[in-house]
């Protein structure tokens, strides 16, 4: 078989991933910034306040399975689309109202649904149009996050100085919007293209009731047969408790960093220069992985590992120290090595499966990442608010890192001792389960 070469649309397509990427993943990681406004308005518990994002991710989560599937079947056009219209409807109805607990349903269900129709299509998409440069564009579209912590601690300081609390959610509410922009850009990848094509064809009653309710009936139970086949990896289920510490680790950080700051007396106008160092570690940190993964200096696997443990170890140590050149040392490193890790994340999925099931694996585990996020956030908020300080807090997420880096390099030490020693091709009909293969459908 010749070799794959990347399209010139390709690179469109990453453009649209990465303007997707740098708002939706940017507005979630600083909420810290938005969390320290609503504990200073409202008044309320820190555990309490926080479960408002930990709600949103997790709903986030869930939706991403099926929106997942929505896509590679119907249009990742569409699906991202409705997401973004979803996304700005949430948060700005989340500035029209003066009573917190509303935001559970506004910034927490509806935002974080239109957000789990967006992230996990987004993310996935180039790895659909990439090939011999795959590892630097997920490192590109991850890259888009640095931007992002670069360019959005100042437009929320701004904002909420002028506008207040309210005023300044109605605004980030019309922000979100320019999600639509990216997912504009997207066109069905050929690989489901031609299979929804043929499905099509071979429908003679497509058009019926009978037709189309045969149709959804049967994508329902190929659904459930590939998430039960992606689940029977072993590899995949080590590596999504992985990702799960390492994202609780990492972003969990940008929670409590904010806080932590000021209740040491840093300045808010400081704050904002420390996070928005982070962002140039993200941008250098995860375009040079991209690189290095591409021309094979190293595996996935053992990058990962080998960052969380540096990382877990760094984050138990941050607490004792007072330096002002620490906090901008920390979150310059946070960025550049925990932070790369996002962008191994695909790579090491489609090892563990396959190119074709990644968008729903992809989704799988971003489910699992975000109920340890659900629980994680608030217990950071809690432990403050029985000890005084964040310090627990910060020993806690390094642990949670440390976590990562066992579970990844066990999953990795599984996968070499029980891979199947026969390749296979990305779009090929099967998916890797370790100890066998096993033939799943496309969703028709």
């Known amino acids: 078989m010749a070799e794959k070469k990347d399209s010139g649309y390709s690179w469109m397509i990453l453009v649209g991933s990465s303007i997707n990427y740098f708002i939706s993943v940017g507005v979630m990681k600083l909420f810290g910034m938005l969390y320290s406004e609503l504990l200073e308005t409202y008044d309320s518990a820190a555990g309490s306040t926080a479960f408002i994002n930990s709600l949103q991710i997790f709903i986030m989560a869930a939706v991403s399975p099926l929106a997942g599937l929505m896509s590679t079947t119907y249009s990742f056009r569409v699906v991202t689309f409705t997401g973004s219209i979803i996304v700005g409807l949430g948060i700005t109805i989340s500035g029209l109202t003066t009573n917190p607990q509303m935001l559970y349903l506004t910034y927490g269900v509806i935002a974080g649904i239109g957000f789990g129709f967006v992230y996990s299509p987004s993310v996935t998409i180039v790895n659909y149009y990439f090939y011999k440069k795959k590892a630097l564009a997920n490192g590109i579209v991850g890259a888009a996050s640095g931007v992002s912590t670069i360019v959005l601690p100042v437009l929320y300081r701004t904002v909420f100085d002028v506008y207040g609390l309210h005023g300044g959610l109605i605004v980030l509410g019309g922000f979100c919007l320019n999600l639509c922009v990216g997912s504009v850009i997207f066109k069905q990848p050929e690989l489901f293209l031609k299979v929804n094509n043929t499905s099509v064809h071979n429908s003679k009653n497509f058009t019926t009731s ?85 021309k094979k200096y190293v595996k996935p696997e053992i990058l990962f590992t080998g960052s969380m443990i540096v990382s877990g170890i760094f984050c138990i140590v941050f607490p004792f120290f007072d330096a002002v050149w620490m906090n901008y040392f920390y979150c310059i490193y946070f960025g550049l090595v925990p932070g790369s890790v996002v962008t191994l994340m695909p790579l090491m999925i489609i090892s563990a499966t396959n190119l074709q099931v990644l968008t729903p ?4 585990s971003l489910l699992l990442n975000d109920t340890f996020c659900l629980l994680g956030f608030p217990l950071c908020g809690w432990l403050e ?53 096993e033939s799943i459908p496309m969703i028709e």
């Not at 510490?245 to 929670?255: K, P, Q, R, S, T």
């Not at 960093?257 to 250098?284: A, C, M, Q, Y």
């Not at 694996?361 to 799988?364: K, N, S, T």
Request: with cysteine.
């Open 210 to 294: 009978d037709g189309i309710l045969s149709k959804t009936t049967s994508c329902f139970f190929d659904s459930i047969k590939i998430f039960k086949s992606i689940l029977k990896s072993r590899t995949f289920i080590f590596y999504a408790f992985a990702f799960s510490f390492a994202i609780l680790g990492y972003v969990g950080n940008f929670v409590i960093i904010p806080p932590h700051l000021r209740s040491r007396g840093v300045e808010n106008s400081d704050i904002v220069k420390i996070l928005t160092t982070s962002g140039v570690g993200e941008l250098t940190g995860r375009i040079l992985v991209g690189l290095i993964i591409d």
């Open 361 to 364: 694996a992809f989704a799988l």
């Open 385 to 437: 608010d029985m000890t005084g300080t964040w310090d627990a807090s910060f020993y806690f997420l390094g642990g949670s890192q440390v976590m990562a880096a066992v579970f990844a390099y066990t999953g990795f030490s599984y996968y070499s001792k029980h891979q199947n020693k026969k390749s296979h091709n990305p779009g090929d009909l099967i998916l890797s389960s370790d100890d066998e293969k």
